[in-house]
């Protein structure tokens, strides 16, 4: 059974369809790779499931509840949550209170304050971010801003965690310590969608790939899969510029 | 995380509140009238500043809708004061206002910027004519007499609510809502989507702050004896909490409330020796402040105490 499953899934930007008619389904403790080229509709897609905006049509399904109509706040109680592409911190808080946040209402049950603050600590060391507790989130690095709100959403108790392009904006190194990660979220039991442009960090993290193109999906599979459709070469890989940066 | 020294500034903070506060207990049994009744004046716009700042401050939302929840609150005063005794009108103005700012905040919270600024000042007109309409064409009348309360008890009252208000506001500072509203103010978008029911939790502030205003409103309708739509919904009492705040500082709890009490004073102060000239220099001293104190009086002592700490230590 899959975990989140999205079926007929249409949205519309004025006349352009942004995501239409995409089904999906992922699998419990799975990495899910959501690749394509710009304005192919990943993230119309994430903003779609964690109810940002809502479907024209198609159903979105969390453990099979149905989850299109509820609120943000709802969904990320439920059990899903989210990074954003462009950082959306909380910068005149400290790090440990940007996580704490998540601590206290992302929960389904209430968290007493003394755990909270335990379980946000515990989060900030996973993200290695353990020596920045106190300092305010707009004084970080990019890098640990983007690992600040992973460990935000983590303190959600998140089942599915989406991660809308965490690596975007990082140095090489960085980029190797973000993909580790992503593995040890994974390890963590929770299952993970990201949206990516690094094509090194998705064909090495990733189980499954799903590769949108104008708002459809035209392919999906494992990473050797997807990098031997031809069809899926002509749109993405195509692109001369981006592989030389693979 | 509380260092040693943070405990002493806090312990010192708490024996300075509760000093001043036993010094206002006893200021009507000695100090003449007019201090009891401009303390009180002090005091009512310390609840209005502080109630402002509870909801406006962390969340960036600049609410101008202060004079229609006080107003209502007068309002309420004098329709139900002859009929029911004084503390259930207190709490009744409170409840009314409150519940005129669950209606206003659920149908407005979701403007941001500008637009919500308008509105809440609009709520106020609004207001103000909707009542002289019914008055003119329904009851016939314009005004009502309020039934007077003594000024000491007025004096208490005010007191009472100002302290409930600042221990409600310090308690939700320090608790999870706190961080909420403060996330709020930092991007609305990722408090909800680490789960903070944004528009609830701010509706729900916006009742309660309203809810002081009420209060404050109900109390002092009592002194003054008679009131009309112009009188209890004055646009420019929306102001006034506004500026005390900036005057004062609106991040710490107590910036309020000093930018209040001098803000109150000064007022009284040029009005009584300067009556020609009061709005003119009033204006020149908030312009002063605005353009060389950003962060209000509490941001320039702030900035004062660091420089001299730094001069002791580079001496020794």
Known sequence: ?246 | METPKTITKNAFATALAVLILMLLVATPLFAPVYTTILLTGILMNMTIAVSWTLFSGPTGYISLASAAFFGVGIYTSAVLGMALPFPLVIVLGALVSGCLALLVGMLTLRLRGIYFVMFTFGLVELLLHFILWWELTITGTTGRVVPPMPNTTVFYVMLLILVTLVLTVSFIRRSRYGLALESVGENQEAAAHAGVNVTALKVIIYAVSALFMGAAGAVIATRWTYIDPKIAFNPLISFMPVLMAIFGGIRPLYGPIIGAAIFTYLEEFLITRFPYHYMLIFGIIMVVAILYMPNGLVGLAEGIWKRISRRTHADT
């Open chain 1, 1 to 246: 059974m899959p975990i989140l499953e999205a079926k007929g899934v249409t949205r519309y930007f004025g006349g352009l369809a942004a995501v239409s008619n995409v089904d999906f389904d992922l699998r419990q403790g799975e990495i899910l790779g959501l690749i394509g080229p710009n304005g192919a509709g990943k993230t119309t897609l994430f903003n779609l499931i964690s109810a940002v905006i809502s479907p024209r049509s198609g159903s979105i399904t969390f453990r099979d509840r149905e989850i299109v109509g509820l609120k943000p706040h709802e969904i990320c109680r439920m059990g899903v949550a989210r990074t954003f592409q462009t950082v959306k911190v909380f910068s005149n808080m400290s790090a440990l209170h940007n996580v704490l946040l998540g601590a206290y209402f992302g929960r389904q049950d209430r968290m007493a304050t003394t755990d909270a603050v335990s379980e946000a600590t515990a989060l900030l060391e996973f993200v290695e971010l353990a020596e920045a507790t106190a300092t305010p989130a707009k004084d970080l690095t990019l890098a640990s801003q983007k690992r600040l709100e992973v460990a935000r959403a983590l303190a959600t108790q998140p089942e599915v965690l989406l991660l809308d392009e965490m690596m975007e904006g990082l140095n090489p190194s960085e980029v190797v310590r973000a993909m580790s990660l992503v593995k040890r979220i994974q390890e963590r039991g929770v299952t993970v969608v990201m949206i990516e442009h690094v094509m090194r960090a998705i064909m090495s993290v990733c189980d499954r790939i799903i590769v949108l193109h104008h708002g459809a999906k035209i392919a999906e599979g494992t990473p050797e899969e997807i990098s031997a459709n031809q069809e899926v070469v002509e749109v993405y890989f195509g692109e001369r510029t981006d592989a030389a940066n693979i």
